[in-house]
Each structure stands twice: as C-alpha cells, then as structure tokens.
C-alpha cells in the first residue's frame, strides 16, 4: 500500500494537508517501507476547492495519507479519491508511524487498515 506523509523535512509529519508543500509517498508493506518519491505541491491554485482538488491530485497514487491537520470539506474529498486521511500530533516521527503501521498489519490489524492493505495487494499483483 502507498502512504503519503504531510512532511517538509521526511523525518517529521509537521504539514496541515492544505498547506503543505511537500509529501513523501512510501510503498509499505508487512515488513519494510520503501520511499518511492518526494512530491513537490507548491503549484497550487488560490480558489479553496481547485486548491484541495491540485493537492489531492498530487497524492493520487496514495491510499492513506499522514497529516497533523485537516479540514472536514478536505477529509470528505480526500475520502472521495479513494485515501483514507489519519491525523497525527505535529512532530510525530514518520519511522515512528512505519513501525506502528507494521506492528498492526502484523498484530491485530484494523480493519480499514486491512482493506487498505489488500487493495494495495491487488494493484501490485
């Protein structure tokens, strides 16, 4: 499964989704994580909606996206293109969610989180 991760540095989830200019897309799996591209979000549109709907279009290849912060007219699109948004504290590791996504798909797995996982199965399969 692809995860994109609000971040400015890669080491920290620290971006509101609107705002943010940069996401990490990690391919991950039960045992490892592997980045597979840095996106640039910085071309973006002054109008609310065309702004939601580029920066969506930037993570389209996600199916989960990490953010300290998102709005409720945002969540509902996000949620609309298919990727499931999961607010964190601002600061929070990005290994420290890896690990923690690994430890679930490898413990007790959520459920929203296993139809994610397979999903992401079916699209490398």
Not at 49 to 77: F, H, R
Not at 83 to 93: N, R
Request: glycine letters at 6%; hydrophobic letters at 40%; aromatic letters at 8%.
């Amino acid at each position: 499964m692809r995860i994109a991760f609000a971040s400015s540095t890669g080491e920290k989830i620290d971006q509101h989704f609107g705002w943010s200019k940069t996401f990490h897309l990690y391919e991950v799996d039960k045992e490892s994580a592997t980045l597979l591209k840095v996106i640039e979000s910085s071309d973006e549109p002054e109008e609310e909606v065309a702004k939601l709907n580029y920066k969506i279009g930037t993570i389209e290849e996600a199916d989960i996206l990490y953010c300290t912060q998102i709005g409720p007219k945002a969540s509902k699109m996000v949620q609309a293109a298919g990727i499931h948004p999961v607010q964190v504290k601002e600061g929070e590791a990005l290994q420290g969610a890896i690990d923690q996504i690994h430890e679930m798909l490898n413990t007790q797995p959520p459920l929203w989180l296993l139809r994610i996982f397979h999903k992401g199965a079916q699209r490398s399969a």
